[in-house]
């Protein structure tokens, strides 16, 4: 038998260079392109960069404080616990801070801004931030919202001590009806000389003598809770945090992003200028 050739089939051979050379040459074109124009790219970059120089230099520079407040309350006895009622319920007085005195939403006054959030890991410490054109603004700006905070405060304050009084005021005319009543039982031993009635008498007026006790402990504790210790208005905790240089505007930032804006920008006008100019030349070609 005689055996098969092999079928040789054609391949068409492509040179590897010209599967580049239009990239190659496109390349080529774009970088004559940015050469040409580079005068006008280094202008509009310089342009750009140079607005950006001057929009930081006259923007008003913000400063930043921040500091820690611990919330206000009174240590109350309950059950011989005490328990810390607040003037004013942290989360709450979050809240009231900001809608009262942040202006950031404010389109005519921007600022004092003011930022509130609960310390970690703790139930009633604040952080409390502002921004402000000058760190003595933005203390002052503090000290208004603390004045403001406490003066409410203090009508509570007033009000509790008032119910403390009161109640100090009924134990201590119970006390003095008490010490009547006993002495008036002692008046009464001296004149009697039955036995038995002047056993009741001194049980009667040792039962008045604890009573008493009972009576002076509590007004006691009640005056405890009027002591400063027990009420406590919201305050400063710590020292004043002070930003020393601007946090705004941040100046080489604003710098960098605007030359390296207007560089992309000066390419991209140039590519599209010469896209312009080539649609003309190809109208032109076809009239």
């Given amino acids: 038998m005689d055996e098969k050739k092999p079928e040789v089939v054609p391949v068409q051979y492509i040179p590897i260079q010209n599967c580049y050379s239009d990239d190659e040459i496109d390349l080529k074109d774009l970088i004559k392109t940015i050469l040409r124009y580079k005068k006008f790219i280094v202008i509009f970059t310089f342009l750009i960069t140079f607005l950006a120089i001057i929009y930081v230099y006259f923007k008003k520079p913000i400063y930043e404080i921040k500091v820690n407040l611990q919330v206000g309350y009174i240590d109350k006895w309950n059950e011989d616990k005490i328990i ?9 007085l979050i809240v009231y801070i900001e809608n009262t005195y942040d202006n950031s939403k404010n389109d005519k006054i921007k600022y004092p801004q003011v930022d509130v959030s609960l310390v970690k890991n703790t139930r009633d410490i604040l952080n409390i931030k502002i921004d402000s054109f000058s760190n003595e603004k933005a203390i002052n700006y503090l000290n208004k ?28 005319e119970s006390k003095k009806q008490l010490l009547i009543n006993k002495q008036n039982y002692l008046n009464k031993i001296k004149s009697i000389n039955d036995s038995q009635i002047i056993s009741n008498l001194l049980q009667a007026i040792a039962d008045i003598e604890k009573q008493v006790l009972l009576i002076n402990e509590k007004i ?14 919201t305050q400063i905790i710590g020292k004043v945090e002070k930003s020393n240089k601007p946090i705004e505007p941040k100046k080489a930032l604003i710098t960098i992003v605007a030359f390296i804006t207007g560089f992309i920008l000066s390419i991209f006008l140039v590519f599209f200028i010469e896209f312009i100019k080539s649609l003309k030349e190809e109208d032109l070609q076809k009239k």
């Fill in 84 to 92: 810390k009622e607040y003037f004013y319920n942290p989360n709450g």
């Fill in 145 to 172: 919202i603390l004045k403001d905070i406490n003066s409410k405060e203090n009508t509570k304050i007033e009000i509790y001590k008032n119910i403390i009084n009161q109640k100090i005021k009924i134990l201590q």
């Fill in 220 to 233: 006691i504790n009640l005056k405890s809770q009027l002591s400063p210790l027990n009420i406590v208005q």
